[in-house]
Nanobody, 133 residues
Framework: VQLVESGGGLVQAGGSLRLSCVAS????????IGWFRQAPGKERETVSSFSSSDGNTYYSHSVKGRFTISADNAKNIVYLQMNSLKPEDTAVYYC???????????????????????????WGQGTQVTVSS
């Protein structure tokens, strides 16, 4: 399994960026994909997550209304559109995959809001996002 992020960069406050996460080596419908970020000296936090098998979507309070997660199932890509960026959004952004086959099997699964970074098995290498004030 491989996850590759791209799309990071330097942007002014109020600007936008779109991150991409290309997933390979997995059955896309059996996984949820999450976006996480980690700033220097801070813990890794969940930003957003999405499961294409049931459409379950999660946003952290700090990005809700500004960020949008979406997926191209045919290409196994998950996007994170980030608008109205703030300096506090500066961090390394990672995507990760959570094994969640229960939806396809008809088994009740917990919502993505209940998932923690430690639940995600596969991780990308990260992409830097820097927002200047």
């Amino acid at each position: 399994v491989q996850l590759v992020e791209s799309g990071g960069g330097l942007v002014q406050a109020g600007g936008s960026l779109r991150l991409s996460c290309v997933a390979s080596g997995l059955t896309f419908d059996d996984y949820a994909i999450g976006w996480f970020r980690q700033a220097p000296g801070k813990e890794r936090e969940t930003v957003s997550s999405f499961s294409s098998s049931d459409g379950n979507t999660y946003y952290s309070h700090s990005v809700k209304g500004r960020f949008t997660i979406s997926a191209d199932n045919a290409k196994n890509i998950v996007y994170l559109q980030m608008n109205s960026l703030k300096p506090e959004d500066t961090a390394v952004y990672y995507c990760a995959a959570l094994f969640r086959p229960g939806v396809r099997l008809g088994v009740l699964v917990p919502p993505l809001s209940a998932s923690r970074p430690s639940d995600y098995k596969y991780w990308g290498q990260g992409t830097q996002v820097t927002v200047s004030s």
